[in-house]
DNA sequence: GCCCACTAACTGGTCGGACCAGTGGACTAG
DNA sequence: CTAGTCCACTGGTCCGACCAGTTAGTGGGC
């Protein structure tokens, strides 16, 4: 007897979002162009115009084109945008499926690498880029905690971009911007800011110095444990040993 | 002068949108409940039924509801599920831009991870499974190599539950499955897959060995070499220090 | 009394047509 | 060549209709 497989009715408006989305897949269809108009569409998918904008409506929600009321040109195929990868995880974390340790855990592993990466494959110019944004969070210091959490960000980023991967440089972005909304209202109230700006300015430095000895180990180590120090805590006390066996012994 | 804000049209979808993840939020609407049906929506929010169905089509697609034909108790609201982020992730993965080596970096790192942890907060009841997937692959290099390939994956899927963080086993299974996807031929057409295989169950014994030990880095260290071995040969020559910058000295 | 087949009132999926406010390109007047 | 007007066309929304399918309630047969 042959395997028979459950079947569900495909909609119509599925099979439209398949076959833009396998276009983009196979390089048909590439960021910037257009596709025709809604009307257009109805003709060329030989369905109605409820079922092309609800298509339409889906394709837009995961980011992949956007229509803009007027435009003669059609709606626009868009770049591809952490947008909707930022949206999803934020959800995820909202349902609280997705606890603070997790994210920050999340968090230690892939900024870890990142540095790791980066102390064996940056250029000398890479590291004096590195350098430059440690200047520029120490004089972030003096101006206010939102100045030095862009500066910190700053930082991060273009460790990741050192990093030659983009999958970590997406992930850390989306991640970070995740943990910083869920709890930088908490960070930036903490009473001695100036101390723990001062604290994390001197890890990064040593993180700095590390990737400048090329000790990939010690300088992800060091990255780590100024994650724990930073975010510990924010995270429930249970939650705790989950992290600390990030951090190296 | 004030600083003025760019507005863009909001549409009556948008809003019936954000009406209902609000509710959700709130914890005014939680998984198993029912919306209305369309016909009741669209009293209630006064609008078209076509500007519901576009609404609703949005929210099925981010995973929050399902409608299902002549229900009449209305569509679903679904628990939550990682299908809509590992969608997002497999479209990240899917842009061009995101190389082999890129992907393979990234397992490694996760899979270095996840087993960093799990042998920090493994159970003694959860290394038994551990060790029950690595009997399970030993059989099934007797089969073929997609059944040992089965096997492979639900032991990494074991350690990446004992690592307690959902965010690596969703990373892990989306970039195991691009992975697969992209190379899955080559490999079982190997003339020498026999001996791979072996190799392979020796290097995961030695992982399962390290985690009961509680050697974490150990455990890592090998789980890193063992992806880099069995997957490097298909990277550019160019990318491999990419890699190889992972790996322990 | 219970069980089963039937019916009817829904459901969501799709269609076609209509109107509106706004956009942008073409066309015209200067 | 420029500045202004105009109009074809865009997407956003609404309405009404039909269909196939599910479901719950009804009714009849046992």
């Known amino acids: 007897m042959p395997q028979f497989q459950p079947v ?20 048909d269809l590439s960021p910037g162009q257009r596709l025709p108009s809604e009307r257009e569409l109805v003709t060329q998918f030989a369905v109605s115009r409820s079922t092309v904008r609800e298509a339409l409506r889906v394709l837009e929600s995961n980011g992949v084109v956007r229509s803009r009321p007027g435009d003669p040109k059609g ?20 349902v609280d499926e997705l606890s603070l340790s997790e ?29 430059q944004t440690l200047v520029a969070m120490r004089e972030a210091i003096d101006v206010d905690f939102d100045a030095f959490s862009e500066a910190d960000v700053a930082f991060h980023e273009a460790v ?21 909304g869920l709890i930088a209202d908490k960070v930036s109230h903490a009473t001695n800011s100036r101390a723990l700006m001062l ?3 001197q890890h990064h430095t040593e993180v700095v110095e590390a990737i400048r000895a090329g000790d990939g180990h010690a300088a992800a180590r060091i990255a780590r444990q100024n994650l724990y120090d930073y975010y510990a805590t ?4 249970p939650d705790q040993p989950h992290l600390q066996a990030l951090l190296d012994d």
Chains 1, 2 share one sequence.
Not at 8 to 24: D, G, H, K, N, S
Not at 103 to 131: H, V
């Open 103 to 131: 994210l920050i855990g999340f968090r230690m592993i892939m900024d870890g690498a990142a540095i790791q990466l980066a102390s064996r494959l940056r250029t000398d110019e890479q590291l004096a880029e590195m350098e």
């Open 75 to 94: 709606p626009e195929i868009l770049p591809y945008s952490q947008s909707a990868l930022r949206k999803q995880m934020v959800r995820l974390a909202r």
């Open 234 to 237: 924010y995270v429930p006390t």
């Open 160 to 180: 990741a971009r050192v990093s030659r991967n983009s999958l970590i440089q997406v992930c850390n972005e989306v991640v970070r911007g995740v943990v910083l």
């Open 8 to 27: 569900q009715p495909v909609r119509a408006y599925e099979r439209i979002v398949e076959q833009v989305e396998e276009a983009l897949a196979r390089g």
């Open 199 to 201: 604290e994390s300015l």
